[in-house]
């Protein structure tokens, strides 16, 4: 269900208050959440999250934006993921661009941190799937520039 969005209608200074303060707790507690279902898996909770954007061959850019981080910062987690035998870099169809690929133990590893992080998720057990795509939708309007 699309969420359409309002015009006029200005929030008190307390609901804004109030609105951003549950959003900033939601985002706290989805953080912590991952971090619990990532812990065991020995690898750091920065690895856990760039493994499982390695579904598919990905570009260190891509990998940044998801990640919201530079992308000299996803050179890195490359090299960790290499050190640890989980990821490879390859070369994309355009030579200058590098493509961070799972390994097979990378991707199964990746099966498995997702199993776990998917299960755990309050997003999955808390929420009905019109909610989280009614939540995913007034989330995606709240980013919007």
């Not at 309002?6 to 804004?16: A, L, N, Y």
């Not at 910062?73 to 870099?89: F, I, K, N, P």
């Not at 939708?137 to 520039?145: A, E, H, Q, S, Y």
């Amino acid at each position: 269900m699309a969420i359409a969005q309002r015009t006029g209608d200005t929030p008190t200074p307390q609901e804004s208050r109030e609105l951003a303060r549950l959003v900033v707790q939601a985002a706290t507690n989805a953080r912590q959440g991952f971090a619990k279902s990532a812990h065991g898996f020995g690898i750091p909770i920065t690895l856990c999250r760039a493994l499982l954007l390695l579904d598919e061959p990905r570009s260190m850019r891509h990998i940044a934006e998801q990640l919201g981080c530079d992308p000299s910062y996803v050179t890195s987690l490359a090299d960790q993921l290499a050190e640890y035998g989980l990821a490879t870099r390859t070369t994309g169809s355009d030579r200058r661009v590098k493509l961070i690929a799972a390994t097979d133990a990378g991707a199964a590893l990746r099966t498995k941190l997702a199993a776990a992080v998917s299960g755990d998720a309050a997003f999955g057990r808390q929420l009905t799937a019109e909610q989280r795509a009614q939540l995913k939708d007034l989330l995606t309007l709240l980013l919007k520039p």
